[in-house]
């Protein structure tokens, strides 16, 4: 020992006390030093003045008979050993003292130094092994009462045995409120079969086995939350006699991953829309090049047959089939955002008040109406005719998602988004936008349904009672005006589109004039240059172009009218160029002719509106979507020519 071990000798018979002393100081097995008192009194205020390794106590002290110094001395000092000094015929009192506190008793005619020795280096590590299993005790209760899962214990019948305090903190339970309940009575009903499925697989097997199931478990505030739970069979080891789950709090993973599947799938069908709308531009582009060829010869044949003609009644019928054909082409255009827009600033709740007396007999009398206009509300950018198509196709689809009545809102805001909302909608960017809401309390959408609600030609209607493009329409105006739509809806509970468009705050600015159709075909005289690789759509305008007084150089490509344009022996007062062309662009041919004559118009045609923002071409220059028919045409190619003395003047034909 490093030092003299220090023992404090409680004894009644201070005689023998004193001897006893004297004796163990000269005997070999211990070499420590003592104090006498007699009584329990005596003995606290030692104990409260000094620090002493050992307690000899004898059992007839005068103010503490019995077992009443064991008691006391054992709460006054618990950490110091103490040994009860007894008779050989106290002993069964001795070994009672045991129960009161006390380490070990010795006899009183016993008592050695090498005794008493033996008996403080047992006692030393027995209370040094005791500290140790306490710390641990600690250190482990440590673990588990601050483990970020929560950890349990089950019967085989799934019976609850412990559990620990972290059950609090993640499930806002006590302990104690979950023993001797069934783990099931917490469950979600619909992973309760799930989960006893897991526990009957982990009790049936023999040995320490594992097995993970993720269920969801009620809050002690009625919410669920999903848990990642382990079960170990510890049926066999003695100690635990159980099963041990434990339970890892998985919800705010299982959002994430919800989250980043909402996200793919948004991606997903972004992509897939995207790649139809490419899909349904190029058909309808191709489309367009037959129906200009098509309305352009009807046009020729009744402007050549007299209003008696019988055969006048057929070509009618063919000019409205191919003005239905034409129609169709637009709103894949619309989808495909690749139409003509005349935006300008709008004031949504202007334009819904205006349109409300329509849409009001549109609907029907046992459908309500609700019109909701926010105050203050921000102006947008868009082209008025495409918003009112907007609302009348989502209203329309309202109504017929109530053919028993029901109700209609439509709702105006103004909303601003911030990083937080891409979670919801897929990429938005943040700002300040204009919201325009519409939703109705029909029959509602099933997954799959809004899934495919915005593809083109998709419809739960019966054959012959919508195209499927409605709703086609709608997303390629939304998305073509820089905004982005949203649906949400269920089987039975309705349905709500929200349609987001950037707010704006400039002045109303006013529309670029258009080309009105008339009877008439325009006359003239200048020369034109026609470059247009589709070989139809070329001979119609070449036709119509000769038959109004015009002399004509035709091309199917640009290096052919470069080559013409080149070798002719007049000026060309005009070029009337297709804007998608093989191996050379309509803009290509425009700037090479520019680069000589600046002043030189030029008419851009194309079945693509966006062909002609992508060209880039200048303000004083003309397009012409397809499909027009020889009227229209004639007036832009005379309204341009008529314009070339004054380039500040900037017309767009459509």
Same mark, same amino acid.
């Given at each position: 020992? =490093?030092?003299?071990?220090?023992?404090?000798?409680?004894?009644?018979?201070?005689?023998?006390?004193?001897?006893?002393?004297?004796?163990?100081?000269?005997?070999?097995?211990?070499?420590?030093?003592?104090?006498?008192?007699?009584?329990?009194?005596?003995?606290?205020?030692?104990?409260?003045?000094?620090t002493?390794?050992?307690?000899?106590?004898?059992?007839?002290?005068?103010?503490?008979p019995?077992?009443?110094?064991?008691?006391?001395?054992?709460i006054?000092?618990?950490?110091?050993?103490?040994?009860?000094l007894?008779?050989?015929a106290?002993?069964?009192?001795?070994?009672?003292?045991?129960?009161?506190?006390?380490?070990?008793?010795?006899?009183?005619?016993?008592?050695?130094?090498?005794?008493?020795?033996? +008996?403080?280096?047992?006692?030393t590590?027995?209370?040094?092994?005791?500290?140790?299993v306490?710390?641990?005790?600690?250190?482990?209760?440590?673990? /588990?009462?601050?483990?970020? !899962?929560?950890? +349990?214990?089950?019967?085989?019948?799934?019976?609850?045995?412990?559990?620990?305090?972290?059950?609090?903190?993640?499930?806002?339970?006590?302990?104690?409120?979950?023993?001797?309940?069934?783990?099931?009575?917490?469950?979600?009903?619909?992973?309760?079969?799930?989960?006893?499925?897991?526990?009957?697989?982990?009790?049936a097997?023999?040995?320490?086995?594992?097995a993970?199931?993720?269920?969801?478990?009620?809050?002690?505030?009625?919410? *669920?939350?999903?848990?990642?739970?382990?079960?170990?069979?510890?049926?066999d080891?003695?100690?635990?006699?159980?099963?041990?789950?434990?339970?890892?709090?998985?919800?705010?993973?299982?959002?994430?991953?919800?989250?980043?599947?909402?996200?793919?799938?948004?991606?997903?069908?972004?992509?897939?829309?995207?790649?139809?709308?490419?899909?349904?531009?190029?058909?309808?582009?191709? #489309?367009?090049?037959?129906?200009?060829a098509?309305?352009?010869h009807?046009?020729?044949?009744?402007?050549?047959? =007299?209003?008696?003609?019988?055969?006048?009644?057929?070509?009618?019928?063919?000019?409205?089939?191919? !003005?239905?054909?034409?129609?169709?082409?637009?709103?894949?255009?619309?989808? +495909?955002?690749?139409?003509?827009?005349?935006?300008?600033?709008?004031?949504?709740?202007?334009?819904?008040?205006?349109?409300?007396?329509?849409?009001?007999?549109?609907?029907?009398?046992?459908? !309500?109406?609700?019109?909701?206009?926010?105050?203050?509300?921000?102006?947008?950018?868009?082209?008025?005719?495409q918003?009112?198509?907007?609302?009348?196709?989502?209203?329309?689809?309202?109504?017929?998602?109530?053919?028993?009545?029901?109700?209609?809102? /439509? !709702?105006?805001?103004?909303?601003?988004?911030?990083?937080?909302?891409?979670?919801?909608?897929?990429?938005v960017?943040?700002g300040?936008?204009?919201?325009?809401?519409?939703?109705?309390?029909?029959?509602?959408?099933?997954?799959?349904?809004?899934?495919?609600?915005?593809?083109? %030609?998709?419809?739960?209607?019966?054959?012959?009672?919508?195209?499927?493009?409605?709703?086609?329409?709608?997303?390629?105006?939304?998305?073509? +005006?820089?905004? %982005?739509? *949203?649906?949400?809806?269920?089987?039975?509970?309705?349905?709500?589109?929200? /349609?987001?468009?950037?707010?704006?705050?400039?002045?109303?600015?006013?529309?670029?004039?258009?080309?009105?159709?008339?009877?008439?075909?325009?006359?003239?005289?200048?020369?034109i240059?026609?470059?247009?690789?589709?070989?139809?759509?070329?001979?119609?305008?070449?036709?119509?172009?000769?038959? =109004?007084?015009?002399?004509?150089?035709?091309?199917?490509c640009?290096?052919?009218a470069?080559?013409?344009?080149?070798?002719?022996?007049?000026?060309?007062?005009?070029?009337?160029?297709?804007?998608?062309?093989?191996?050379?662009?309509?803009?290509?041919?425009?700037?090479?002719?520019?680069?000589?004559?600046?002043?030189?118009?030029?008419? %851009? /045609?194309?079945?693509?509106?966006?062909?002609?923002?992508?060209?880039? #071409?200048?303000?004083?220059?003309? %397009?012409?979507?397809?499909?027009?028919?020889?009227?229209?045409?004639?007036?832009?190619?005379?309204?341009?020519?008529?314009?070339?003395?004054?380039?500040?003047? =900037?017309?767009?034909?459509s």
């Open positions: 020992m =490093s030092r003299r071990p220090c023992v404090l000798l409680v004894e009644g018979d201070e005689a023998y006390g004193r001897a006893l002393l004297d004796r163990l100081a000269g005997e070999a097995g211990f070499e420590g030093a003592g104090t006498l008192v007699p009584t329990l009194a005596g003995a606290i205020d030692a104990l409260a003045q000094a002493f390794d050992l307690i000899l106590l004898g059992l007839d002290l005068p103010d503490a019995g077992l009443e110094a064991v008691t006391r001395l054992n006054v000092a618990p950490d110091v050993p103490l040994i009860v007894a008779e050989a106290e002993e069964a009192t001795a070994l009672e003292a045991l129960g009161h506190g006390a380490q070990e008793y010795l006899l009183r005619d016993e008592v050695t130094g090498r005794a008493l020795g033996r +008996s403080l280096r047992f006692l590590h027995r209370r040094r092994a005791a500290e140790e306490a710390r641990r005790e600690r250190f482990y209760r440590s673990l /588990i009462e601050n483990s970020s !899962e929560v950890i +349990s214990i089950l019967d085989a019948a799934g019976t609850i045995r412990y559990t620990s305090p972290s059950v609090r903190r993640i499930l806002g339970y006590r302990p104690e409120q979950l023993l001797g309940n069934q783990l099931a009575d917490f469950l979600h009903p619909e992973d309760v079969e799930l989960a006893r499925e897991t526990l009957h697989d982990v009790v097997r023999h040995g320490s086995t594992l993970t199931v993720e269920v969801r478990i009620r809050h002690h505030d009625g919410h *669920w939350r999903v848990l990642e739970l382990t079960l170990e069979n510890r049926l080891d003695p100690v635990v006699a159980g099963v041990v789950g434990n339970a890892r709090d998985a919800t705010d993973r299982k959002k994430a991953e919800e989250a980043l599947d909402m996200s793919q799938e948004q991606l997903r069908q972004f992509q897939r829309i995207e790649a139809i709308g490419r899909l349904a531009g190029g058909v309808a582009h191709d #489309f367009n090049n037959l129906l200009t098509m309305s352009g009807i046009y020729l044949l009744q402007s050549d047959i =007299s209003e008696q003609d019988p055969r006048r009644i057929h070509l009618d019928e063919i000019r409205r089939s191919a !003005e239905r054909a034409a129609g169709l082409t637009r709103q894949l255009l619309a989808f +495909s955002r690749k139409q003509v827009l005349h935006p300008r600033v709008l004031d949504l709740n202007a334009v819904v008040r205006d349109f409300e007396g329509m849409l009001r007999r549109l609907i029907g009398e046992d459908i !309500e109406l609700v019109v909701r206009t926010g105050q203050d509300l921000g102006r947008v950018r868009a082209d008025l005719s918003i009112e198509q907007v609302i009348m196709n989502l209203v329309v689809n309202a109504r017929d998602a109530m053919p028993d009545g029901g109700r209609l809102v /439509i !709702e105006t805001a103004n909303a601003r988004l911030g990083a937080n909302h891409p979670r919801k909608y897929g990429y960017r943040p300040a936008y204009v919201l325009l809401a519409v939703e109705d309390t029909g029959h509602g959408m099933d997954e799959r349904t809004r899934a495919q609600a915005f593809e083109p %030609f998709f419809t739960t209607k019966e054959v012959g009672k919508g195209t499927g493009l409605g709703l086609a329409t709608v997303y390629g105006i939304v998305k073509q +005006s820089n905004g %982005f739509i *949203w649906v949400d809806s269920e089987l039975g509970r309705g349905t709500r589109f929200e /349609i987001y468009l950037p707010r704006v705050d400039e002045e109303p600015e006013a529309l670029r004039p258009a080309v009105e159709a008339g009877e008439r075909l325009c006359q003239g005289s200048e020369t240059l026609l470059v247009e690789d589709e070989e139809a759509v070329r001979s119609l305008a070449t036709g119509v172009l000769r038959r =109004s007084g015009y002399t004509v150089l035709e091309a199917d640009g290096e052919e470069l080559r013409l344009a080149r070798a002719a022996d007049r000026r060309i007062d005009l070029l009337v160029t297709d804007v998608v062309m093989p191996r050379m662009s309509g803009k290509e041919v425009a700037d090479a002719l520019l680069a000589d004559d600046p002043s030189l118009p030029v008419l %851009f /045609i194309s079945g693509y509106a966006a062909d002609a923002l992508q060209a880039g #071409f200048h303000p004083r220059h003309g %397009f012409l979507q397809k499909p027009f028919t020889p009227d229209v045409f004639s007036r832009a190619v005379r309204a341009l020519l008529d314009s070339a003395a004054a380039p500040a003047r =900037s017309p767009t034909y």
